[in-house]
């Protein structure tokens, strides 16, 4: 299985199946694929409508958290359960267009990427509130700034990157503010692309000013650590015959 999309979701009941719909359409004539929502302890119904989904969409699959954990911890329970070779992320809160997921695909596929990479979604044109769209854009430009992770909009839900190169990345609440960062410092590449972004239909915000610029400020100051602790090494491993000796050499 090449592709494996993960949903992290809490208290988007409304929000689900239509969700699920549009990822399907959009993925159907793109290769073999499945969709893992990650249930991050809701209180509302959306575990009794994925569950019942369940029944009708055999490419879906639905982890369940027995607490609210976090949007991190959510994507990474659906990552180490994927069977899919490629990630891609994207909100449960229907504001991302599943449509921009085999633009995704296909850029990656014609970059011929190898190793650690990632595309990384950027919203040119935020259907937002203007005071999210401002913290957004002072969060995105300190973060920049002081990371140099040369993305103008780590916040995206959207996203493809390989599954191997997450499982090399550290893993800590809040990570997914920081995978562009994170996986330049794993001496990967990451590759900004223009996509679409909708209205939010139905639900509120999990993000505000609050946990969306003020707590980031602290996990900031972890990434720059992290940065300044990373050693990157090549390794080498010799085999028999691949070095003549001295000896040989001198002869």
Known sequence: MQLSVIVPVFNEAGNLLPLLEEIHAALVSHGDFEVIFVDDGSSDDSPQRLATALADHPRLRVLRHDRRCGQSAALRSGIVAARGDWIATLDGDGQNDPVDIPILLRQAREAGLEGHWLLAGWRTRRQDSRLKRLSSRLANGLRSRLLGDATPDTGCGLKLFPRETFRQL????????????????????VIPVPVSHRPRRLGRSKYGVHNRLWVGLVDLLGMLWLQRRMRRVEVTELKVGSHRSVDSEAA
């Open 170 to 189: 550290p893993w800590f609440d809040h990570m997914h503010r920081f995978l562009p960062a994170l996986v330049l410092r794993a001496g990967g590449r």
